[in-house]
């Protein structure tokens, strides 16, 4: 009975809930460009209100670790992106990260930074959001988070307008979080224009990097790209 128990608990851990599972090319952060497989777990506990993956907080379907890595390495691609909806969420993540890297691919992961980062394998490049007023969800920063951040992570600000920009220059200024790790300042799409954010960085002279979502400029706002 006690066998059949904690077989049944480690074949659930070893199960993840998938929304989509697709190649394209990496669209963020300082791998952009790359090609890379992405795997899109199901489920977040937020709601920011820009979310370009809302599509992801519901249905998709339960695959084991062996499947995933199975579909991730058809595509041939040495780059893998996981993210969601939150990762972090569900606990077997964990363990696909590691066997992921354990087959030497060079995996990163995104999360919101609502969720603790610390057992995640240290080979992983871990892009961490830290959620502005503008998402709607900036009381779920973890700040504990930010000591565990290593150079091969990134740290992201996801802006939706100028008072997000002021709000993340000025925690900068407080604290320069470019000491731990690259700091990216993303803006939403459509929403704050990427021309006037650069100009805002330069005229305020940040170290960070200003990206633009790779992937809605070359196929739209769209799943599976
Ligand atoms: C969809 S989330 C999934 C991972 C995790 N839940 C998170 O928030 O980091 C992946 C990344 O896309 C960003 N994102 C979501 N919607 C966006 C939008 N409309 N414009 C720009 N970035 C967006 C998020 O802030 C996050 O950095
Ligand atoms: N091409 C592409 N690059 C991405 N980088 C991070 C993404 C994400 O949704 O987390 C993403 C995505 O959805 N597509
Ligand atoms: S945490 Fe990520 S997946 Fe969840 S709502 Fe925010 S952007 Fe979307
Ligand atoms: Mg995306």
New binding site residues.
């Given amino acids: 009975m006690a066998f059949t128990l904690s077989h049944d608990l480690s074949s659930q851990t070893e199960r993840l809930r998938i929304s989509e599972i697709f190649h394209s090319l990496q669209g ?1 952060t300082s791998r952009i460009g790359l090609p890379t497989v992405f795997v899109r777990l199901t489920g ?1 506990p937020l709601r ?1 209100g ?4 809302a599509y992801a907080f519901h249905g998709g379907r339960m695959m084991s670790l062996d499947a995933i890595i199975e579909q991730v390495q058809s595509f041939g691609a040495p780059y893998v992106c996981v ?5 972090l969420a569900q606990r077997g993540v964990l363990a696909l990260l590691t066997r992921l890297c354990d087959l030497g691919l060079s995996v990163s992961l ?3 930074g609502a969720l603790p980062i610390g057992e995640v394998d240290p080979r992983v490049s871990r892009i961490v ?1 830290i959620k502005t007023p503008g998402s709607g969800e900036v009381e779920r920063n973890l700040w504990e988070n930010l000591p565990l951040l290593t150079p091969h992570d990134e740290l ?1 600000f ?1 802006l939706v307008h100028r008072s997000d920009y002021e709000w993340a220059r000025d925690l900068l200024r407080e604290y320069p979080l470019e000491a731990l790790c690259p700091v990216v300042f ?1 803006p ?2 459509e929403s704050c224009r990427p021309a006037e954010l650069a100009q805002w960085v330069l005229e305020d002279r940040l170290p960070v990097r200003v990206q633009v ?1 790779l992937h809605k400029i070359l196929w739209g706002d769209r799943p599976g790209v």
């Fill in positions: 963020e977040c920011c820009y979310c370009d993956s993210t969601g909806g939150e990762p995104e999360t919101s959001d992201k996801v993303s939403v799409w979502q």
